[in-house]
């Protein structure tokens, strides 16, 4: 047995000094983002049927993580074990929380990081340093090998975000778990889950059913550009059960990304309020679809005596929860009172955007509110319902996010501003010592166009925001002193749904601008070269193509 023993080790030491010396070449490093530091080395790592990956308790799922990937693009079952020649660590001397270290030689592979996170992301760079056939379903690799290299490595934001919009259109599970999988491949670490809008309420609440028996279903949507050319007459929608939820957020949890939930208030409510008229200033108005584009199944409904409908156009209603009615904030607390457990994160978005006050200034229930609480116009009277909110999610342990509107009539205590209107309105927030998430309409907006060429688009909202427009992006406004540019948090990309009513379509919206941005808020501001990052994106879309994804490709050459 002892012989035999001897005999497998000494076939194994051949087999890995068979590339022990192999030289690499700038090639073989094609990593996005582009790491802090990175020596290339000779040699490279055999992966087969030998690999053993070892890992303390606290790295499991980071162990199991690797060995199913390693498997996979394999074909070899690759165990993990008390002892292996991969070895995920963690290092208390690494500075960053999200740090990490890469050692990678002929018979060795070590990651550490200071915490898992780290880890997770070291194993994301050596993903990238597979070939990108690894990414397909079926292609094995007979003889994988991965180049020899040091890495070190931490991002510059703490918060690196990826937004989508499910109320205007919907998406399934499944698709959401493949969104969550690219942010992080791309090393981001927030999933920003917009589900309530007028157009839609996509979470089950149980205490208010209605909510998704009425406000998840729409009776028909515009075609074409706002204001539209007709109505499609279709009815449409679906909701996440609070299971569907939890397996979502337990999903993202594994890949070390947060899921931020946004429940839009006070205004982008006409799903809500369609099934709870009584939350709107005036309940017996109809709801109003702009130019009258209003569905056969819309009007049915108002003609049956429901006057409220969910929305079938896009744009601003002024039909919001009314803020003079306690009702309102009793609402809105059970609703959060179901939202809260199930989601982890320290953050509830609550929207705060885009609140017409013409409803609100002709209610005598807002206008009483105003005056009992010395308020001095309806700008103030929002700065109250988030104020109000943001108290109550306090009380639970909870801080808000809300857009820069959220700053008109005075900031609430201990709100984080997303900046969406430009940067002005992070500067303004950093100025007052306020955490800032930058997401500029001019740089972070997926939902705009990605050429001039408009006419051989899918239709979009409008606008032009390329792949060098995202990479040029600088989250940290120069107008902020040193101390200012630390409440400057990260950046995060918005993918508005209007006009993407297919999986397909959201794909190519956001790739491979997502490489970009992820870039933006990852590498060290120091080490930004465009023609560097296009050179290295030209390599990172055949591992799009071999993921079988969707992506736009007027910065790709020949793929």
Same mark, same amino acid.
């Given at each position: 047995?002892?012989?035999?023993?001897?005999?497998?080790?000494?076939?194994?030491?051949?087999?890995?000094?068979?590339?022990?010396?192999?030289?690499?070449?700038?090639?073989?490093?094609?990593?996005?983002?582009?790491?802090?530091?990175?020596?290339?080395?000779?040699?490279?790592?055999?992966?087969?049927?030998?690999?053993?990956?070892?890992?303390?308790?606290?790295?499991?799922?980071?162990?199991?993580?690797?060995?199913? #990937?390693?498997?996979?693009?394999?074909?070899?079952?690759?165990?993990?074990?008390?002892?292996?020649?991969?070895?995920?660590?963690?290092?208390?001397?690494?500075?960053?929380?999200?740090?990490?270290?890469?050692?990678?030689?002929?018979?060795?592979?070590?990651?550490?990081?200071?915490? +898992?996170?780290?880890?997770?992301?070291?194993?994301?760079?050596?993903?990238?340093?597979?070939?990108?056939?690894?990414?397909?379903?079926?292609?094995?690799?007979?003889?994988?090998?991965?180049?020899? /290299?040091?890495?070190?490595?931490?991002?510059?934001?703490?918060?690196?975000?990826? !937004?989508?919009?499910?109320?205007?259109?919907?998406?399934? /599970?499944?698709?959401?778990?493949? &969104?969550?999988?690219?942010?992080?491949? !791309?090393?981001?670490?927030?999933?920003?889950? %917009?589900?309530?809008?007028?157009?839609?309420?996509?979470?089950?609440?149980?205490? &208010?059913?209605?909510?998704?028996?009425?406000? +998840?279903?729409?009776?028909?949507?515009?075609?074409?550009? %706002?204001?539209?050319?007709?109505?499609?007459?279709?009815?449409?929608?679906?909701?996440?059960?609070?299971?569907?939820?939890?397996?979502?957020?337990?999903?993202? +949890?594994?890949? !070390?990304?947060?899921?931020?939930?946004?429940?839009?208030?006070?205004? !982008?409510?006409?799903?809500?309020?369609?099934?709870?008229?009584?939350?709107?200033?005036?309940?017996?108005?109809?709801? =109003? =679809?702009?130019?009258? #584009?209003?569905?056969?199944?819309?009007?049915?409904?108002?003609?049956?005596?429901? $006057?409220?409908?969910?929305?079938?156009?896009?744009? =601003?209603?002024?039909?919001?929860?009314?803020?003079?009615?306690?009702?309102?904030?009793?609402?809105?607390?059970?609703?959060?009172?179901?939202?809260?457990?199930?989601?982890?994160?320290?953050?509830? %978005?609550?929207?705060?955007?885009?609140?017409?006050?013409?409803?609100?200034?002709?209610?005598?229930?807002?206008?009483?509110?105003?005056?009992?609480?010395?308020?001095?116009?309806?700008?103030?009277?929002?700065? &109250?319902?988030?104020?109000?909110?943001?108290?109550?999610?306090?009380?639970?342990?909870?801080?808000?996010?809300?857009?820069?509107?959220?700053?008109?009539?005075?900031?609430?205590?201990?709100?984080?501003?997303?900046?969406?209107?430009?940067?002005?309105?992070?500067?303004?927030?950093?100025? %007052?010592?306020?955490?800032?998430?930058?997401?500029?309409?001019?740089?972070?907006?997926?939902?705009?166009?990605?050429?001039?060429?408009?006419?051989?688009?899918?239709?979009?909202?409008?606008?032009?925001?390329?792949?060098?427009?995202?990479?040029?992006?600088?989250?940290?406004?120069?107008?902020?002193?040193?101390?200012?540019?630390?409440?400057?948090?990260?950046?995060?990309?918005?993918?508005?749904?209007?006009?993407?009513?297919?999986?397909?379509?959201?794909?190519?919206?956001?790739? $491979?601008?997502?490489?970009?941005?992820?870039?933006? =808020?990852?590498?060290?501001?120091?080490?930004?070269?465009?023609?560097?990052?296009? +050179?290295?994106?030209?390599?990172?879309?055949?591992?799009?193509?071999?993921?079988?994804?969707?992506?736009?490709?007027?910065?790709?050459?020949?793929?």
């Amino acid at each position: 047995m002892r012989l035999v023993v001897i005999v497998l080790i000494s076939l194994l030491t051949v087999s890995c000094n068979k590339y022990k010396d192999i030289a690499n070449t700038e090639q073989d490093y094609q990593i996005i983002p582009k790491p802090t530091s990175l020596e290339i080395s000779n040699g490279r790592f055999l992966v087969d049927s030998n690999t053993t990956i070892s890992a303390s308790e606290d790295l499991q799922n980071e162990a199991s993580y690797l060995a199913e #990937m390693l498997s996979h693009a394999s074909g070899s079952t690759i165990n993990t074990g008390d002892s292996g020649n991969i070895q995920l660590k963690l290092d208390d001397t690494i500075d960053n929380e999200e740090g990490y270290t890469l050692s990678i030689t002929y018979n060795q592979i070590v990651i550490s990081g200071k915490t +898992a996170k780290g880890v997770f992301y070291g194993i994301q760079t050596l993903r990238q340093l597979m070939p990108a056939s690894i990414e397909s379903e079926t292609n094995k690799i007979a003889e994988l090998t991965i180049p020899a /290299v040091t890495v070190k490595d931490s991002p510059r934001y703490q918060y690196r975000g990826m !937004h989508l919009d499910v109320a205007r259109h919907f998406f399934p /599970v499944d698709f959401v778990k493949k &969104y969550i999988d690219l942010i992080a491949l !791309h090393k981001m670490n927030t999933f920003h889950w %917009h589900l309530t809008e007028d157009q839609g309420w996509r979470i089950e609440i149980k205490k &208010y059913p209605k909510l998704t028996e009425i406000g +998840a279903w729409r009776s028909g949507t515009i075609v074409g550009h %706002h204001p539209g050319t007709e109505n499609d007459q279709k009815r449409y929608g679906g909701f996440y059960t609070q299971e569907d939820v939890k397996d979502i957020v337990a999903y993202a +949890a594994k890949q !070390h990304i947060t899921v931020i939930p946004e429940i839009e208030l006070p205004g !982008h409510s006409s799903a809500a309020i369609a099934a709870y008229p009584s939350l709107s200033c005036f309940p017996e108005e109809q709801t =109003v =679809v702009t130019n009258n #584009m209003i569905s056969e199944g819309g009007k049915a409904i108002q003609a049956a005596g429901t $006057p409220k409908i969910v929305q079938e156009t896009w744009g =601003v209603f002024k039909d919001v929860y009314c803020a003079g009615k306690d009702e309102t904030f009793a609402f809105l607390q059970d609703v959060l009172d179901e939202v809260i457990p199930l989601f982890p994160s320290a953050y509830i %978005h609550i929207g705060g955007d885009e609140c017409p006050k013409e409803n609100w200034k002709e209610c005598p229930n807002c206008q009483k509110r105003i005056k009992d609480e010395g308020l001095h116009d309806e700008h103030e009277l929002q700065s &109250y319902f988030i104020t109000r909110i943001e108290k109550y999610l306090n009380s639970k342990g909870k801080n808000i996010i809300g857009w820069d509107e959220i700053l008109e009539g005075g900031l609430a205590p201990n709100a984080t501003v997303m900046s969406w209107r430009g940067t002005k309105g992070g500067i303004e927030a950093a100025k %007052h010592k306020h955490n800032v998430i930058m997401t500029p309409n001019h740089s972070c907006y997926f939902d705009h166009y990605q050429t001039e060429d408009k006419a051989n688009e899918p239709l979009a909202i409008g606008g032009k925001t390329t792949v060098a427009d995202v990479y040029a992006y600088e989250p940290t406004p120069e107008e902020l002193t040193e101390e200012e540019s630390k409440y400057i948090l990260g950046a995060q990309a918005n993918v508005w749904t209007e006009y993407m009513a297919t999986t397909d379509y959201v794909e190519y919206m956001i790739l $491979p601008r997502m490489a970009a941005l992820s870039e933006v =808020v990852w590498s060290p501001k120091s080490s930004k070269d465009w023609d560097d990052f296009n +050179a290295r994106l030209q390599h990172f879309a055949d591992r799009y193509n071999a993921m079988g994804l969707n992506y736009a490709k007027h910065s790709i050459q020949d793929k």
